[in-house]
Structure formats: structure tokens, C-alpha cells
């Protein structure tokens, strides 16, 4: 898109992942489901980050968070603001100015009400009327901050998640599948939201396997395969024939499109 600036807000460079494992009970190994990653946001920009499932989308964005699990083994160079992402900044920056809409609502916190859960890291003495009116622009009653997590729909969740990663302040919004199921006119909703949160001038990764929709708001895609990066190109090269997209991976992923020509002998190799 047109007036986006270029001062890269995130870098991700070399980026791999593994996990030890115990087989047979006391042979350990070490499986690597993320090899070689590379992703860069910048200020203002939308980067979708694309992939079948089980290719490694969510691990990139804990990796960013710093909320991996204790077992993994990290390498690799994170850049946030041109700093290198320690552990440390990272937890001082997580739901910060680095905001996370996970993919999953047991993210939630089972015991606490979701009005409460949205306030945390608000002013304390604004947070109750930040709260509410968030609710509101999210389509949520005043009155549902009272209720607990199973009180609520799974659509109303989502929408509380997405609550809580609005924070003034924010410079980095990770988005790890906001629309799983979602009926048009919520999904639509959410890429605006997406939208304005670039508009106001953060980097936005959306992770999702819909790439029709991430295409609405998107200025590039980043192609994940088996834990690693594929191809990074401007949202508007997945057009027509994807002839200008650069690597035959991503031409035939864009061709196996219901929209497209539907290359059904890919879809079941590859997109499973
Ligand atoms: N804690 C873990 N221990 C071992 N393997 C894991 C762990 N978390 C994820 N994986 C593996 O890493 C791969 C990528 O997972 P994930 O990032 O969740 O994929 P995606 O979000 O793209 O669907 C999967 O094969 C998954 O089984
Ligand atoms: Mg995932």
C-alpha cells in the first residue's frame, strides 16, 4: 500500500526452533520444527504469514513473545526497533507495545471475569471505562464483563481476546489466526480492526491459513513451509496466474485457490 514507511519494527532473521524429546522412555532426540525462519515488519505495514498447519506460524509468534515452552531450543536473531528481543525486553514489551491476539481462547484466564481480564496493563483509574467502551466497539454488553470464560460463546471470546491486545501505545500487533469460523460480517470486522491498528502506525503479523481475506488488508505475505520461510512478496504480486510470485511453491499454493484455477492435485499434496 501506498504511504507505508519503511523503518523495520521487527526482524526476524535465521530463526529455529527444537524441541528434546524422550523416545523409548529414555533416548533423547532433538526435532527441529522450525529450521530456518525469516520474517521483517515494518512500521505501518501488514505482513501475513501463511502456511498449512503444523508449519511452524504459531511458534514464531511465541518466539517473538518470548512465551515458548521451557523445553525449547531457541537460535537464531530478533530484532525489535533495531534492539536485539532478550527475554527480558520481551517480557517487559508483551502486552505492551507488543500486543498478541493468540489463537486459542483458553488463552483466557479460566477463574477470572473477562471485563477484569481486559483491564490488566490499562490505567488503573481509567481501565473500568476503557474496558466497557472496548466491549462496545467489539459488540459485547457492558454487562458481559461480569461473566466468566465458559459463560461466554466462542465467538464472544475472540472478541474479548481481541479486546485485550487493544493498548494505547501499541507498536506490534501478532495475530495468530483471529478467524477461525468466523461469519463474514465478524471477519470483516476484524480485518478492519487489523487495519486501523496499522493505520495508527504498528506493524501488524496476521498468521492465518485464509489467504483470500489476508490479501483485503495485507502488503505482504510471508510463505511458511515446514518451519521455514518460503518466499516474502508484496500482496499485490498474488494476482491472476501468480506469475509474478517468485517461487513455484507459492505460484501453485496461490493456483490450488478454490478462486483460482484450482490445481486439486496440489491441494492434496501440499495444503492438506
Ligand atoms: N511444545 C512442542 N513440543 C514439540 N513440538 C511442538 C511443540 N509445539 C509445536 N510443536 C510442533 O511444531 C510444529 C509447528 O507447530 P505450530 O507452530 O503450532 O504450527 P502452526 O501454528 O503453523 O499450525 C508442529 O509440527 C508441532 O507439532
Ligand atoms: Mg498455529
Do not use: C
Amino acid at each position: 500500500m501506498s504511504n507505508v514507511q519503511t523503518k523495520p519494527l521487527l526482524q526476524v532473521d535465521h530463526l529455529s526452533i527444537g524441541f528434546s524429546q524422550y523416545v523409548k522412555g529414555t533416548q533423547k532426540r532433538i526435532i527441529h520444527p522450525i529450521a530456518d525462519m525469516h520474517v521483517e515488519i515494518n512500521e505501518g505495514e501488514i505482513v501475513a504469514v501463511v502456511g498449512a498447519s503444523g508449519s511452524g506460524k504459531s511458534l514464531l509468534a511465541h518466539a517473538v513473545l518470548g512465551i515458548l515452552p521451557s523445553n525449547a531450543i531457541f537460535s537464531g536473531k530478533m530484532l525489535y526497533r533495531g534492539e536485539e528481543l532478550t527475554p527480558a525486553r520481551m517480557e517487559k514489551l508483551r502486552g505492551r507495545e507488543i500486543s498478541f491476539i493468540p489463537q486459542s481462547v483458553n488463552y483466557l484466564d479460566p477463574l477470572m471475569r473477562v471485563g477484569r481480564q481486559v483491564q490488566i496493563g490499562l490505567d488503573p483509574r481509567t481501565a473500568r471505562a476503557q474496558q466497557e467502551k472496548l466491549f462496545l466497539q467489539y459488540g459485547l454488553q457492558k454487562n458481559d464483563g461480569r461473566l466468566f470464560p465458559f459463560e461466554l460463546s466462542g465467538g464472544m471470546l475472540r472478541r474479548v481476546l481481541f479486546a485485550t491486545s487493544v493498548r494505547e501505545g501499541v507498536r506490534l500487533v501478532i495475530a495468530d489466526e483471529p478467524t477461525p469460523g468466523i461469519h463474514p460480517q465478524a471477519l470483516s470486522e476484524i480485518l478492519r480492526q487489523l487495519k486501523q491498528f496499522a493505520e495508527d502506525g504498528a506493524g501488524v503479523m496476521l498468521i492465518t491459513h485464509d489467504i483470500i481475506s489476508a490479501l483485503e488488508i495485507a502488503d505482504r505475505v510471508a510463505v511458511i513451509k515446514d518451519g521455514a520461510t518460503v518466499e516474502i512478496s508484496e500482496a499485490s504480486a498474488f494476482e491472476g496466474n501468480g506469475e509474478r510470485l517468485k517461487t513455484e511453491y507459492t505460484q501453485r499454493l496461490w493456483r490450488a485457490l478454490p478462486q483460482n484455477d484450482f490445481d486439486l492435485e496440489f491441494k492434496r499434496e501440499a495444503v492438506r
